[in-house]
Nanobody
Framework: QVQLVESGGGLVQAGGSLRLSCAAS????????MGWYRQAPGKQRDVVAT???????NYADSVKGRFTISRDNAKNTVYLQMNSLKPEDTAVYYC???????????????WGQGTQVTVSS
């Protein structure tokens, strides 16, 4: 069984910073890509940032230059450093990791439980 646990959300004023973490645990054989999505109230879930196993990153246009995604393979953890936060960044943030468990033959998507980020103006 594989589990993802997120941490680091909260309430921050506009212009502030937060760092989200997402750690995978369990019967893990290998991890491929990792990333973050977010969902604001009444809106669809949108991709925020992704990082490949080789460290290549991609960002949504709305967060480029403000957010940084990184990963620590030794800890099976993906991070999202969020700077210069804006009220429109308010959402529930979900991490994912593409993992091949020890019992599986293929890679599968695993999701975190979601963490609330609220940016006040």
């Amino acid at each position: 069984q594989v589990q993802l646990v997120e941490s680091g959300g909260g309430l921050v004023q506009a212009g502030g910073s937060l760092r989200l973490s997402c750690a995978a645990s369990g019967s893990i054989f290998s991890i491929d890509a990792m990333g973050w999505y977010r969902q604001a109230p009444g809106k669809q879930r949108d991709v925020v940032a992704t990082i490949t196993s080789g460290g290549n990153t991609n960002y949504a246009d709305s967060v480029k230059g403000r957010f940084t995604i990184s990963r620590d393979n030794a800890k099976n953890t993906v991070y999202l450093q969020m700077n210069s936060l804006k009220p429109e960044d308010t959402a529930v943030y979900y991490c994912y990791q593409v993992i091949k468990s020890r019992r599986a033959t293929n890679y599968e998507y695993y999701w975190g439980q979601g963490t609330q980020v609220t940016v006040s103006s």
